[in-house]
């Protein structure tokens, strides 16, 4: 061999520093990461072989020279990345802890603790506004950031985050900003609107009946309403999602689709900071068996929905069969579509409005006269007498009670991830460079005192009589704002003012005996979604 050890180690290095600098530096790798780890596996037996058969070198000594062309490779990315990072990147100014700026392991690290949304308040009001949480992200509470980042002529797209389930897409995964548009256009926004809505409401009132008929069952014992509110919310989407419920309400248990699907999520916060592993993960699907068993019972469950003749437009499905356009010419491309975004559905649809109604009824069991005076205007309305889902809109009191637990208990508290724009983002005095993931958190936005008085007190009012506690609208945003805002909001609202508005005219509210809210404050899991510890609350019915 011409080249010794040493020299192989140094030139195989400085190439590593260079295939830094000059390629991995730039741009996403994150989709290709399975052909790099593909080939630093097999490198070094391909080159040993060549090696002993073209360099005459002994077997040890070729898988030698392999091994340290490789690691020597290795170790210099990865050295000349971390200085980078640390002390070069153009973020280098931003505040923020030291490993958050070396790695996202970092995250990953924390978030696998389920309290993120918890870590990063800490994370401001140690650093201030702007704060970096990662080597290519910052996370941001400044309220004149939210139209330029989410507002609907934002320049900013959807970040890495969103290929963890690459290459499956669905509405809320789809990165391309046209293709996106597009499916919302033809498909979603339809099924959403003010005149579709209207087609859902026995099914909301119905199943909301159910849950109100359980929780007469229970006489005045405890009642676990973060399970019972998830069983109301998925019976809803899935009999809205794919015309047949899963009779949750019926049975009092959870369905087995819902646990894998709500374990799937839990895995997923921990690696989502890192989509180049998720990507590689893909590829292995008998590591996510349990996944895939819940992915082909949806899709059976589907393909039924598409055989069965439901009255006409009553579910959210039918609209998803029948979009405007199509969104590709190829057939296998539209029943992707279709799969994907009805299993969006039930999960963008269950834990957020589980979250909503548990907050909203753990500020209704601390405050007691909160429910006699939401009855009081139920009553105004007429509610009792004629119950109408359109007609709760108009009751304000209902409406600022529910805001505010949304604004101190955002269901979706992480916020959400975008990648600023080729010509990068000025926010006030600040500039984020081009492609840079940035994230408002919504749990912290929520709570600045630059956009509201007294920001960790319950004060419904602020919403109502009392507006000058709101010093900045545009901060809240529990269903996000701008073209990727949530599809489902209104019937979101539609599920959460009926169930309450039921609730308030059949009981009053209450904490069970030692149940004081402590364990949903202090043990609910933040998995992007919220997966809700225990909320023990009595029902005792209305004297008439
Ligand atoms: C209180 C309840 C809810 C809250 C707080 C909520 C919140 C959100 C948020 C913050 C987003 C943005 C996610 C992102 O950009 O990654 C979102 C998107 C979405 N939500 Fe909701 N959501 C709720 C209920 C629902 C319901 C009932 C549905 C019904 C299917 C739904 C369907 C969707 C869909 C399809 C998207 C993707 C929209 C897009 O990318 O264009 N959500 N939601």
């Not at 002993?52 to 392999?66: D, F, P």
């Not at 069969?321 to 009805?342: F, G, H, I, T, V």
């Not at 010509?423 to 500039?431: F, K, N």
């Not at 997966?531 to 209305?542: I, K, M, Q, S, Y």
């Amino acid at each position: 061999m011409e080249f010794t050890l040493y020299q192989t180690a140094s030139s195989a290095a400085c190439l590593g520093v260079i295939a830094h600098i000059f390629y991995f530096k730039h741009g996403e790798h994150h989709r290709q990461a399975i052909y790099y780890v593909g080939t630093a596996a097999f490198f070094p037996w391909i080159a040993s072989a060549l090696l002993s058969r073209y360099y005459g070198l002994s077997i040890l000594g070729a898988v030698t020279y392999s091994l340290v062309t490789e690691w020597s490779f290795a170790l210099a990315l990865y050295t000349s990345m971390l200085i980078y990072r640390a002390f070069l990147h153009p973020l280098r100014n931003y505040p923020g802890p030291f490993m958050a700026k070396t790695s996202k392991f970092w995250h990953s690290f924390k978030a696998a603790k389920m309290h993120w949304y918890r870590d990063v308040w800490d994370l401001h009001v140690q650093y201030g506004e702007f704060v970096r949480t990662g080597p290519n992200e910052v996370s941001i509470t400044d309220p004149q950031a939210v139209d330029l980042i989410h507002g609907p002529k934002t320049k900013c797209i959807k970040s890495a985050w969103y290929d963890m389930a690459y290459p499956d897409t669905s509405l809320q995964f789809s990165r391309d900003k046209a293709e996106h548009d597009k499916r919302r256009r033809v498909a979603w926004e339809r099924a959403f609107s003010a005149k579709a809505l209207r087609n859902y409401d026995d099914t909301v009132i119905s199943h909301a009946d159910q849950l109100i008929g359980a929780i007469t069952k229970f006489n005045g014992k405890p009642v676990n309403v973060a399970k019972w509110y998830n069983y109301f919310t998925a019976d809803t989407m899935f009999s809205l999602g794919f015309g047949t419920p899963v009779n949750m309400l019926e049975t009092g248990d959870d369905h087995w689709t819902i646990k894998i699907l709500q374990d799937g999520s839990k895995n997923l916060a921990a690696l989502g900071p890192i989509p180049w592993i998720l990507c590689i993960l893909s590829w292995f699907p008998f590591l996510a068996k349990e996944n895939f068993a819940a992915k082909y019972w949806t899709e059976d469950q589907i393909r039924a929905r598409k055989n069965r003749v439901v009255e006409k437009d009553k579910d959210l499905m039918a609209w998803l069969l029948k979009p405007l356009e199509p969104m590709s010419n190829s057939a296998k491309r539209e029943e992707q579509w279709l799969m994907s975004d009805a299993r969006l559905a039930i999960v963008a649809g269950t834990d957020t409005s589980t979250a909503a109604l548990s907050y909203t009824s753990y500020h209704l069991a601390k405050q007691p006269e909160l429910t006699a005076k939401l009855r009081k205007e139920l009553i105004e309305h007429h509610i009792d007498k004629d119950f109408s889902v359109l007609r709760l809109q108009d009751c304000k009191h209902l409406q600022s009670i529910i805001d505010e637990s949304m604004r101190l208990h955002p269901p979706v508290p992480d916020g959400v991830y975008r990648m600023t724009p080729p010509e990068g983002l000025q926010i006030g005095e600040h500039y984020i460079p081009p492609n840079v993931t940035v994230i408002m958190p919504t749990y912290t936005v929520h709570r600045s005192p630059k956009s509201f008085e007294q920001p960790n007190e319950f004060i419904p009012e602020r919403w109502t009589s009392r507006p000058e506690l709101v010093k900045d609208k545009r901060s809240f945003m529990p269903f996000n704002v701008g073209t990727y805002s949530c599809v489902g909001k209104q019937l979101a609202l539609n599920e959460i003012r009926t169930v309450l508005a039921k609730l308030i005219l059949s009981f009053d509210i209450a904490f069970a005996p030692g149940e004081d809210g402590t364990k949903l404050m202090e043990e609910t899991e933040d998995y992007f979604v919220l997966g809700l510890a225990d909320l023990n609350l009595v029902f005792t019915p209305v004297k008439a």
